[in-house]
């Protein structure tokens, strides 16, 4: 055994003894101890030292009480024969309190650090246990940039020794290394600057190895001042004063250039400690940089940072985190508000939305405004002219994006003017980086376009609307969002009154096609069906029926839900939506897509409540969902499937509010997300589902909801298919019934289910199942809807027209259902 810990490096006896503690030292990590316990409220809890009492009083003791109790604690833990005299809970505690205490800067010895590294160079694993980083940090304050020498010397040798064949992970591993190798020599640590093992450490070194010897220092300078942010939350002043002569030193534009490239082309998850933190500073570094030009590859770099790996979370924490500091610091607002306003909608972790929200929660308190006028005024125009194109010429050609009601798209003319289909080689051959750029900019105008789609049917929630003339210029005058803003219908209220109006020329029109001039001192807010009478809608329908226009959201044709009686009775909560069987992984997405906030539960302590705040009205809303019993889960113990119970609205302190006293507006389009949840997340619309399909366990709830009665969705879907069946070629073949679309083939008749899209065989009403990706699945003609976003829609129609030609299907799974 001897000779096994001499190889590893390690003492054969143990480490100096403590000496015997004072009776002061004992009676102060007693107490530390004691009232910990007494404090703890449940055998889970995590007790906090700066809660305590006792801390506060050992903090207020001499110094050397201070050193006296770190080691007799440490002793107690980790001395011969301590573990064993102690019970989980205090070791837990004096843990804690080494650590803390490692932290101070307090008057230790040499002896003092030589009995830590001998305690912890004997833990089995680094990793936890003794506070390695808390000791290494004691070291480095008690050696002031001088090397250690003596036992000291050799004890920190021994702990490099430790690491090399630790089982910690590896960037924990390589980040002792480092500081270990820098005590050891400090003089080398300075005059040298390694780069990592990893890809993207290795195209460092080869693109250093290319350049001259005055700028690869100048270079070199730069990432060992990156390095040294290490694990600090946010840049200091100081290293901020210090990261600018070397940025001059390297140039601005190439370092935003360089920047970019490795931004958009570097694995945020594949990088050791060493490259993390380089790469950490180096995005520190851009708060100096072009805001304009640095803000997008920032914001798409930590959307890649926050996605997740499975089994493992966010790829880079670190590195996301420092993008948004990067971002919250620039002095250009506008250009980091757009960035930080479109991770909010694209970032699925809970905490993450809520460092966002922050971040531009402090930029809009900095700019005097409001969070909402932040996020509208940040909105950049991206080139786009009054007309909505923005145009480029590279060489003999023309590049032209274009923002018109579905989005954004790059088409490309000759130098004749005329349409080419294609980038024309020479443009791609020598403009590459610009052709880059422009399809770069495309998606951007297009992923900033989804997210004030989303902003604005968030505005019946809040209560949001503006001064007229706020909203001309906001909405009519910016080019992203006009084309969205002549698409809607908007609500006037002036002194004469409310009004309803959609823009159209030059001004705006009724729904009964009559001309309107808003009062110079109107406000103005999203129209929603809740405030009109049936025949207004209607007559909203048609109108944009006869126009040819595609709503962005459902506006004219939304769903409204009103209190019901038996919602009246239970006063508090509504059971309308209880009693289903949902896939838990798309309804968490669909949470967060809608802005609810949930966590996935399992084979662990997970349950939550999915809930979705609305602060300007200082409500919550809740849709309690539980794991299926006993149900499917996946191999990380996630649970596949949850059921639902009620939904409840509450105020910011817990009390629930009673149905009636919730704006209708409010409660109606609550009850849309919700009913959204179950329509596209239930298992009756997924016929695979083994544990719960046609003749599983929960077959009789499939049944029900796969061929029951329609929701309000549903409804609507019902009465659009009614308007668009008289016009398809296959008219004469469809029929629509109160819940179903009959469909006449020429081997037989079918119904299709308007809220699952499930399918029966007439007249036994057997089950026909046809999924989408089938091949031979006939499509639908290219139909112009009055609103964008119902797929299920497109299926059906899809469906109908697959059934109506049954005697040229082809494809085996469909046949063998079909007996042929």
């Known amino acids: 055994m001897k000779r096994l810990l001499a190889l590893l490096g390690l003492p054969s006896q143990h480490p100096l003894r403590a000496p015997e503690p004072s009776d002061a030292v004992v009676d102060a990590v007693n107490a530390i101890c004691g009232e910990a316990k007494a404090s703890r409220t449940s055998p889970y809890e995590t007790v906090k030292l700066n809660k305590l009492a006792a801390w506060a009083a050992l903090k207020a003791a001499p110094e050397i009480v201070q050193v006296e109790a770190a080691v007799h604690a440490a002793q107690r833990n980790w001395g011969r024969g301590g573990v064993d005299r102690i019970v989980h809970f205090s070791r837990e505690i004096q843990t804690a309190l080494v650590s803390q205490l490692l932290r101070r800067n307090l008057p230790y010895t040499a002896e003092h650090l030589v009995y830590f590294f001998g305690i912890a160079v004997r833990q089995q694993y680094l990793s936890y246990g003794f506070p390695i980083d808390p000791l290494v940090g004691a070291t480095e304050r008690f050696c002031a940039g001088r090397p250690p020498e003596g036992r000291l010397k050799q004890a920190v040798r021994r ?8 089982w910690w992970g590896t960037n924990a591993a390589e980040k002792l290394r480092i500081r270990v190798d820098s005590l050891l020599e400090p003089a080398s640590a300075q005059a040298s600057f390694r780069l990592a093992d990893d890809s993207f450490g290795e195209r460092l070194a080869s693109w250093i190895d290319g350049i001259g010897a005055t700028e690869r220092e100048a270079w070199v300078a730069l990432f060992r001042h990156a390095v040294a942010a290490a694990d600090r939350p946010r840049p200091s002043r100081k290293w901020l004063d210090g990261a600018a002569p070397i940025i001059d030193a390297v140039g601005r534009r190439d370092l935003a250039a360089r920047l970019t490239e490795w931004l958009e082309t570097t694995g945020p998850g594949d990088l050791l400690y060493q490259s993390e933190n380089m790469l950490k500073g180096l995005i520190w570094a851009s708060i100096d940089l072009d805001h304009v030009a640095m803000a997008g590859p920032l914001g798409r770099f930590a959307e890649r940072c926050f996605k997740k790996i499975p089994g493992s979370g966010p790829a880079s924490t670190k590195l996301g985190n420092a993008c948004l500091v990067a971002l919250a610091e620039m002095g250009d607002a506008q250009s980091a508000a757009a960035e930080l306003v479109r991770l909010k909608t694209r970032v699925k972790y809970g905490t993450v939305r809520g460092r966002v929200e ?3 929660a402090a930029m809009a308190a900095d700019a005097g405004v409001s969070v909402a006028d932040l996020e509208e005024t940040a909105l950049p125009h991206f080139d786009l002219a009054e007309d909505g194109c923005s145009r480029t010429e ?25 349409p080419r289909k294609t980038v024309p080689v020479a443009v791609k051959r020598e403009h590459s980086a610009d052709v880059k750029g422009l399809r770069q900019r495309v998606k951007d105008i297009n992923d900033a376009r989804a997210t004030q789609i989303l902003r604005l049917e968030a505005t019946w929630l809040d209560d949001r609307d503006w001064p007229l003339d706020v909203w001309k210029e906001r909405y009519l005058g910016h080019p992203v969002r006009r084309p969205l803003a002549r698409t809607l219908i908007w609500r006037f209220d002036s002194p004469d009154g409310p009004a309803a109006a959609m823009p159209a020329d030059n001004g705006f029109v009724t729904c009964a096609g009559a001309d309107f001039v808003p009062h110079a001192q109107s406000r103005v807010r999203l129209w929603h069906p809740m405030d009109a009478l049936p025949g207004e809608i209607m007559a909203w329908r048609r109108r944009i029926a006869d126009a040819g226009i595609t709503q962005p959201i459902r506006q004219a044709h939304r769903e409204i839900y009103v209190l019901t009686d038996a919602e009246r009775e239970t006063g508090i909560y509504s059971n309308r939506f209880a009693a289903h069987i949902l896939r838990q992984h798309q309804f968490r997405a669909l949470c967060h897509a809608r802005e609810w906030k949930y966590d996935f539960q399992g084979d662990w302590d997970s349950w939550n409540v999915p809930t979705r705040l609305v602060p300007q009205r200082d409500v919550t809303i809740e849709y309690h969902v539980e794991q299926v019993e006993d149900g499917e889960e996946t191999e990380f113990g996630v649970a596949l499937h949850v059921a639902t119970d009620r939904v409840r609205f509450v105020r910011g302190d817990g009390e629930a509010i009673t149905l009636t006293d919730i704006p209708p507006v ?5 009850m849309r997300d919700v009913d959204l949840f179950v329509a596209v997340t239930s298992v009756a619309n997924d016929p695979d589902w083994t544990d719960g399909g046609p003749d599983g366990r929960y077959g009789a709830y499939w049944r029900d909801h796969a061929f029951g009665e329609l929701g309000e969705t549903a409804k609507t879907r019902r009465d659009l298919v009614s308007a668009i069946a008289p016009k398809l070629a296959i008219a004469d073949r469809l029929n629509v019934t109160d819940r179903y679309l009959e469909v006449r083939g020429n081997l037989g008749s079918y119904r299709i289910h308007l809220g699952s899209g499930n399918i029966q065989i007439l007249p036994d009403n057997r089950y026909l199942c046809i999924v989408r990706s089938t091949k031979g699945l006939g499509s639908a003609p290219a139909i112009r809807l009055p609103f964008a976003g119902d797929s299920l829609l497109s299926i059906i129609l899809s469906k109908a027209f697959l059934l109506a030609a049954d005697d040229r299907i082809t494809d085996p799974t469909i046949l063998s259902q079909l007996d042929r």
């Open 159 to 166: 702990l490099r020794r430790r690491t090399l064949w630790t």
């Open 358 to 360: 922050n971040r531009l």
């Open 394 to 418: 590279l060489g003999a050609a023309t590049a032209v994006i274009s923002l018109g009601d579905d989005g954004a798209v790059l088409s490309w003319r000759g130098a004749d003017g005329k």
């Open 666 to 670: 409010v409660f109606s389009e609550a």
